[in-house]
């Protein structure tokens, strides 16, 4: 039984590599921190936004992404976020600008929702592999009975594995 306990764990660490290995410069991880503005039940807060950040590049200057941020607000509302985003050609700059739409899930109190999200911001690279990102990211909450909206305004850290 030891020596399956210990082989467990340097097995999870083989398989979790070799996926990676072939593909890392096209993974990028990532943390964000900034304001989230939402409305619910007919009333708005405003709080404290944080939470790690993955995405793929899947074609040139378009990444799939996911996003699980965890908000101040009363509820604490936590989003998990999968969308697609789009880079602009922005010539004789090494700034990235995007654009980005995808669909949410929000657990706040009364149950999960569904939500539609759509957003851009702009990558600045500040060393090589490393990016700080300026994020604005809105759109509907469709909760029980009313339709509320969020807002988030966000920056952080992103590394791209190389």
């Known amino acids: 039984m030891r020596k399956m306990t210990a082989r467990l764990p340097l097995l999870a660490l083989i398989l979790l590599a070799l996926p990676v290995c ?11 921190l900034g304001l989230s503005f939402f409305g619910y039940a ?6 404290l ?10 074609q040139p200057r378009m990444l799939f992404g996911s996003d699980l941020n965890i908000n101040t607000q009363g509820g604490t509302p936590i989003e998990w976020a ?5 880079f602009l050609e922005l010539p004789k700059t090494d700034t990235k600008a995007y654009l980005d739409g995808g669909f949410n899930l929000w657990f706040v109190t009364g149950g999960p929702y569904f939500g539609i999200r759509f957003g851009g911001g702009a990558y600045f ?16 909450v469709f909760t029980t009975g009313s339709t509320t909206f969020y807002l988030a305004i966000t920056s952080g850290i992103r590394y791209t594995l190389p």
């Open 42 to 47: 007919g009333q708005s807060s405003t709080g």
């Open 125 to 140: 690279p500040v060393a090589p592999h490393i990016e700080i990102p300026a994020d604005l990211q809105m759109g509907p």
């Open 49 to 58: 936004q944080i939470g790690p950040t993955f995405d793929y590049e899947f």
């Open 22 to 32: 072939g593909l890392a410069q096209k993974f990028s991880v990532g943390g964000r």
């Open 82 to 86: 999968n969308y697609i985003k789009y």
